[in-house]
């Protein structure tokens, strides 16, 4: 099976920075496409950033200049690290991490994605 774990949420005052960071492993694959997403409670999950099997990243619009991810990995782990500057209380949310087999062309939809991680809450406040 393929295991998709994520660590490095926590609380942060405006502005501030985190720096979630997510490991895939298992199902005897070592690369995959892989994605970060943000969920507020009531609402869809919101593709924000993803990595395709090239290693090429794609951003949503509304994250542009604020998120970069870069991937990395060792004998038997994928690791996907998210980078968020100037967080704003809005950003606030549970962010989980994706991971997909077959090419996924820098897709920000959810459905695209097959194996995921229980989620990592960041919590903006002053």
């Known amino acids: 099976p393929v295991h998709v774990v994520e660590s490095g949420g926590g609380s942060v005052q405006p502005g501030g920075s985190r720096r979630p960071s997510c490991v895939a492993s298992?199902?005897?694959?070592?690369?995959?496409?892989m994605g970060w997403f943000g969920q507020v409670p009531g609402e869809a999950r919101e593709g924000i950033a993803s990595i395709d099997l090239t290693g090429r990243t794609r951003y949503a619009e509304s994250e542009q200049g604020r998120i970069t991810i870069s991937k990395g990995r060792d004998e038997n782990n994928l690791f996907l690290q998210l980078n968020m500057d100037s967080l704003q209380v809005e950003d606030s949310a549970m962010y989980f991490c994706?991971?997909?087999?077959?090419?996924?062309?820098?897709?920000?939809?959810?459905?695209?994605?097959?194996?995921w991680g229980q989620g990592t809450q960041v919590a903006v406040a002053s």
């Open positions: 298992g199902g005897g694959y070592r690369n995959f496409c």
């Open positions: 994706a991971a997909e087999r077959s090419q996924c062309y820098g897709s920000l939809e959810d459905f695209v994605y097959e194996y």
